[in-house]
């Protein structure tokens, strides 16, 4: 069956330093590929999504993910996190009509 | 351009009682998505709806229902609510299958 793993529950970094959250990916078929950041009480924003082409994804945000067919991966990097980067991510693999989500990385940020 | 609308955004109810959830799409997405995000589960699929018509549904009892309109904007019903039906409730739009959901805010649903 499909899924998503996300193995980091939290991660906490000081503002300025760099980012990568991790998603590793079930699917059999070349898979459609997102990363959502949620706000507290919020909705989920899409941060940037890999349908196919280049592997290197650029998104919202300052955020960019790179798809491993190899590795089963799609992490997500910043090169210098805000405060305001401080949220629950989310990274979902398509499977056709529905997404398969992962458990999401809760992030802090320290100051 | 409005995003994704739901109404309301928060909504108490008592154990048996009957809910419903409204959403409106991105103007011209035809196809609209629920998602129950409920402590400690996740998010998971509820109901897709396209073109009026139900075309799919996740892993919920059959209490779990809903519509679209000709307008494309949906409602999400829950009968005979149970405490472990509180969650946030999603809506989520798109113009087609794989094109990136687009969400809305949510609306929180606590039964007590």
């Known amino acids: 069956a499909q899924s998503v793993t996300q193995p980091d529950i939290h991660i906490t970094v000081s503002e300025g330093a760099s980012l990568e959250l991790r998603c590793n990916y079930s699917y059999g078929a070349t898979p459609y590929l997102f990363w959502y950041v949620q706000s507290p009480g919020q909705g989920l924003q899409l941060l940037l999504k890999y349908f196919s082409g280049d592997t290197l994804v650029q998104g919202i945000k300052g955020f960019e993910a790179e798809f491993k067919r190899s590795q089963s991966s799609f992490n997500l990097r910043k090169p210098s996190v805000h405060w305001s980067d401080a949220a629950e991510y989310f990274c979902?693999?398509?499977?056709?009509?529905?997404?398969?989500f992962g458990t999401g990385t809760r992030l802090k940020v320290l100051a | 351009e409005a995003g994704v609308t739901q109404s309301p955004t928060h909504l108490i109810k008592t154990r048996g009682q009957q809910a419903t959830l409204r959403c409106s799409p991105i103007?011209?997405?035809?196809?609209v998505y629920w998602y129950q995000q409920a402590l400690g589960l996740g998010l998971q699929f509820l109901l897709w709806?396209?073109?009026?018509?139900?075309?799919n549904r996740g892993n919920f009892p059959p209490r779990f229902s809903g519509r679209q309109f000709p307008n494309y904007s949906s409602e999400l019903n829950v009968n005979a609510l149970e405490l472990e039906d509180s969650a946030l409730y999603l809506c989520?739009?798109?113009?087609?299958?794989?094109?990136?959901?687009?969400f809305g805010s949510g609306t929180r649903l606590t039964v007590v």
């Open positions: 709806y396209d073109e009026g018509e139900e075309r």
């Open positions: 103007s011209g997405h035809t196809s």
């Open positions: 989520a739009s798109s113009p087609g299958q794989n094109y990136g959901y687009t």
């Open positions: 979902a693999v398509g499977e056709a009509y529905k997404y398969i």
